[in-house]
């Protein structure tokens, strides 16, 4: 989470880190992100339910949602799109993917933000 989140300041993106989907809820109330940035494993509530929560509110509806993971099983895969995940990039992957998706995602945007969580 701070790897990444360095990652993304050092591209000049504005970051708001969270422990966990509780957390990223709460952020996300504070500061509407161009992006979130999420893992499917976190405590308290995972990056599938978090996905389910964003997706519930209309006003967040459209939020390009980017989920990391170790989890490389097509299951896992299908469970995340249904939920709503844009992307899903597996790791390993390479800064330069992560950045390209996050660049996609928030495209034609004035400012950007992006929360991690």
């Known amino acids: 989470r701070r ?4 990652l993304l300041e050092d591209q000049g993106y504005d970051v708001t880190l969270a422990r966990d989907g509780l957390e990223a ?3 996300i109330d504070v500061v509407r992100p161009d992006a979130l940035l999420t893992d499917l494993e976190m405590p ?3 990056g599938l339910e ?3 929560h964003v997706r519930a509110r209309p006003a967040l509806a459209h939020l390009p949602i980017i989920m990391i993971t ?3 099983m097509d299951k896992h895969r299908r469970q995340a799109l249904s939920a709503g995940v844009n992307v899903y990039l597996t790791k390993p992957y390479t800064d330069l993917e ?3 998706q996050v660049a ?3 495209t034609g945007r004035v400012e950007k933000r992006v929360a991690a969580g």
């Open 3 to 6: 790897a990444l989140g360095t």
């Open 25 to 27: 809820v709460k952020a």
């Open 44 to 46: 308290n509530m995972n």
């Open 50 to 52: 978090l996905t389910a």
């Open 70 to 72: 170790s989890r490389s």
């Open 98 to 100: 992560l950045l390209q």
């Open 104 to 106: 996609t995602a928030v």
